[in-house]
């Protein structure tokens, strides 16, 4: 029975917030008159002191005494005795659990908010140093449009954006309401101030009903949901990253402090830190398939099936810590190709749509036909081995002959990217601007 009925083991992780609930709780029984003013200054006292024991190791952690509520105040009432029994009167470990895991979860999401911006100023630092870098941009992962590497790292930017929003929602509806005071389930017949205590807590006010303040746990379930879409957001990158590093790519360097070597193969680079925040992916996105299923279907009110709400959670805050800070220092520290990413960029065709807007805009072609036009043309190009650059502009006639030099214009890279300066389009001069507005959201 102690073996599975036990969480001491992992909600030790909550200490912090059972003494500061605890607190909130004392003050206000004595401000209302439950206990006494000389009863708090002990509790106080005698928390304090059992603070400072966790802290440094000295606590005896017991698995008999179920959690970690029960080990607090046990200890409690061995320090200062009675009054330490009168810290319980008017709450239950269901409210009492319910609050210290809503403020465990918060610190999580602040914390993991501050470390997205710090990943999104990684993003937008680089973006800087190489809006004006042509890369490959593609669907399919085949070459569609030359890029440059700014645009494309500011749509990771946008991406964490979102989920730091996502992130700061889900506390905002965390943050309404502290359960704390809802007791077993049905509230207390003794004259508490739960108001007093959710101030306390930092909270905007008190649940407004018992039942669903100890029996829900929505607050983790959209933290959960926060975490995965982010850490799939990461996930690609990583994959990218991957990509990018292999030697058959080329595109990008990591240094040895973000790779590791073989045992045996002696000139190997693995990128095992993009590896690993593409693998911790699938944990973040199971604890949140885990919890919406330990709480699906559980009639109300409190059942232990909640205690389950936990393990998921803590491993996904930590999972997802590691994976924002290996991404920032992976974008920090990475050193482009300038020269391969620029070759490539002018591989597989890739400025085929420049030319068929120019058919459009010089020869008044209609789109369709742009398209069948510029279509022949990459046949044809494709047959000789050469890219549409190479085609001279006599070969270029024999499919469409009012075709002239113009054309040589807009065929480069280059030129593709700058011409793309639609808003939020990839042209350099785009993507400082873009810059520019980051920093002002940043600052
Ligand atoms: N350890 C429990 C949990 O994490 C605390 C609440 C226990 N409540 C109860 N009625 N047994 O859910």
Redesign the pocket.
Known sequence: MQAINA?VGF?RKMWRQDIRGSLAHAAMLAHVGIIGADDEAAIRDGLAAIAAEIESGAFAWSEAL??V?MNIEARLTERIGEAGKRLHTAR???D??ATDFRLWVRDAMDGLAAQMEDCIRAFVQRAEEHAGTIMPGFTHLQPAQPTTFGHHLLAYAEMLWRDRGRMLDARARLNADCPLGAA?MCGTGFPTDRHMTAAALGFDGPARNSLDAVGSRDFAMEFLAACAICATHLSRLAEEIVLWTNPAWGFVKLGDGLTTGSSIMPQKRNPDAAELVRGKTGRITGALVGLLTVVKGLALT?A?D??E??EGVFDAAESLTLCLAATAAMVRDMTPDVGRMAAAAGGGFSTATDLADWLVRELKLPFRDAHHVTGRLVAKAELMGVELTGLTIMEMREVEPRIHEGVFGVLSPAASVASRRSFGGTAPDNVRAQVAGWRERLA
């Open positions: 969480s909600d179920e959690d509520h239950s470990r269901n009492q659990v077993a409190y232990k909640l205690q709400d936990k």
